[in-house]
């Protein structure tokens, strides 16, 4: 089993750049894909990015994902940053059979 | 457009068992292109996978809750269930259901996410 730990939390103006880190405890992190939700206070998670850097219709290119086999680590930045953004980010992958969940990052955009 | 409802008592006592309903409108549970799996989330805290279900009722659980989740589906009335046996107040959370959509890409190589999510329900534990 392995672990997916993420900052507690991180802030940026509006019109910045930021970058939420992921990093796996063992294995690879390229020998499963790593999505990225968003979750707005008192809503649903949505899908931001799938399948390490691919973004579902509707999410605009400000959100790019990419992964860095040297850190063992995933990575959601959001470039351009609106106040809209400020949400919960959960960095999600697979251990076989399980699905296993970053601990969350809290962006503020202030 | 496809959409996830979840349902069931808002209040269990501790040592019980909390049941939830998932049900799927506007479109079929039966499609083979889909896992159905329930997650929860603490207040105030991040998400844990509890376990999903496939349309032909193979599942897979959480290891650190195996022993006491169940998860079932009935095709007929397009819905799936969550069964959490001997709760306690560590159980208190908001229960989503979520979908998980099996993808090709160009490639050929297949992915997954989680492509739809209930609203959730809120279970607390307590006497």
């Known amino acids: 089993n392995f672990m997916l730990t993420q900052p507690h939390s991180v802030s940026e103006s509006p019109g910045k750049t930021v970058t939420i880190s992921c990093t796996r405890s063992?294995?690879?992190?390229?020998?499963?894909?790593v999505q990225w939700y968003q979750q707005r206070p008192g809503s649903s998670p949505t899908t931001v990015i799938y399948e390490d850097n691919q973004r579902p219709s509707g999410v605009p290119d400000r959100f790019s994902g990419s992964i860095d086999s040297s850190s063992n680590s995933a990575s959601l930045t959001i470039s351009g940053l609106k106040t809209e953004d400020e949400a919960d980010y959960y960095c999600?992958?697979?251990?076989?059979?399980?699905?296993?969940f970053g601990g969350g990052t809290k962006l503020t955009v202030l | 457009q496809v959409q996830l409802q979840e349902s069931g008592p808002g209040l269990v006592k501790p040592s019980q068992t909390l049941s939830l309903t998932c049900t799927v409108s506007g479109g079929s549970i039966s499609s083979g292109d889909y896992y159905w799996s329930w997650i929860r989330q603490p207040p105030g805290k991040g998400l844990e996978w509890i376990g999903y279900i496939y349309y032909s009722g193979s599942t897979y659980y959480n290891p650190s809750l195996k022993s006491r989740v169940t998860i079932s589906v009935d095709t007929s009335k397009n819905q799936f269930s969550l069964k959490l046996s001997s709760v306690t107040a560590a159980d208190t959370a908001v229960y989503y259901c979520a979908r998980e959509g099996v993808y090709y890409d160009s490639s050929g190589y297949y992915y997954r996410y989680f492509d739809l999510w209930g609203r959730g329900t809120l279970v607390t534990v307590s006497s």
């Open positions: 999600q992958s697979y251990d076989s059979k399980s699905r296993v």
């Open positions: 063992s294995g690879s992190i390229a020998s499963n894909y």
